[in-house]
């Protein structure tokens, strides 16, 4: 049976917290999927822990070569035979009705993109994130990305249209794509928590921080005829500004 969703999993030395990850995939409620997982050719454990789980469902890759995210989420898309694609990382947990959530609203025209609320998961403690979501999407990301991109299913279709992930973004290409989406197609926001966001050290956006600010504000040029992406640009270089004062005032 083909699968309707199918679930991208980009793992480069992931095998920390990689088992519950899997774990929590294999517990949704929803059946109807596959994983994709891609390891972009890991040096750890993590192939041999995603070997431990035998089912049908989960499809392993090795890519040729360690690429950037956004050209390993291009490429494992490729592989996929849903008609939505999930995104998850390998430190992130969802909970069993996460994709069951999204159920109702596989077939209503012009969806683009679902995505929901979440936890952040801090030593061991469980906060609630505080973004703040409303409707016209497309505009409102624009003065902020409050997508987090491990909540988001996206329309395989669409996805490929407006031309997948940009490969020359490095930390920013999930804003980038989800922009690119919502610019021509709906959205839905699922007002409950999904997922488990896991906040450790090794986080890129959180070691990226400033790179990442910075690809966020060549993407904000690109819509600078929208009065709210001046306002988000604005925000982003007041960010930028106190994270130059902050390093300046450590050295």
């Given at each position: 049976m083909k699968p309707n969703i199918s679930i991208i999993l980009n793992c480069y030395n992931g095998s920390k917290y990689l088992a519950e990850c899997l774990d929590s995939i294999k517990k949704q409620n929803y059946r109807n999927f596959?994983?994709?997982?891609?390891?972009?050719?890991?040096?750890?454990h993590s192939k041999k822990i995603f070997k431990t789980y035998k089912d049908k469902r989960f499809k392993y890759f090795k890519s040729k070569k360690n690429t950037i995210l956004s050209k390993a989420r291009n490429l494992a898309s490729k592989k996929a035979r849903g008609d939505w694609l999930a995104f998850i990382d390998c430190d992130d947990i969802w909970y069993p009705?996460?994709?069951t959530e999204f159920k109702n609203f596989f077939h209503i025209k012009n969806m683009g993109v679902l995505f929901s609320d979440y936890y952040i998961l801090e030593n061991k403690k469980l906060i609630k994130s505080k973004k703040k979501i409303k409707l016209n999407y497309f505009k409102n990301i624009l003065k902020e990305n409050y997508i987090f991109f491990s909540t988001v299913l996206i329309k395989k279709k669409y996805f490929f249209k407006v031309g997948m992930c940009d490969e020359t973004l490095q930390h920013a290409e999930d804003y980038d794509i989800l922009l690119k989406i919502l610019k021509k197609y709906d959205g839905h926001f699922v007002n409950k928590q999904l997922i488990k966001y896991r906040v450790h050290d090794n986080n890129q956006s959180k070691k990226y921080k400033i790179e990442s600010i910075n690809e966020s504000i060549y993407l904000l040029y690109k819509y600078k005829d929208n009065i709210e992406a001046l306002e988000g640009l604005a925000k982003l270089i007041l960010v930028l500004s106190y994270y130059f004062i902050?390093?300046?005032?450590?050295q």
């Open positions: 596959e994983l994709i997982f891609w390891d972009n050719c890991s040096t750890d009705n996460k994709l902050k390093l300046k005032w450590k």
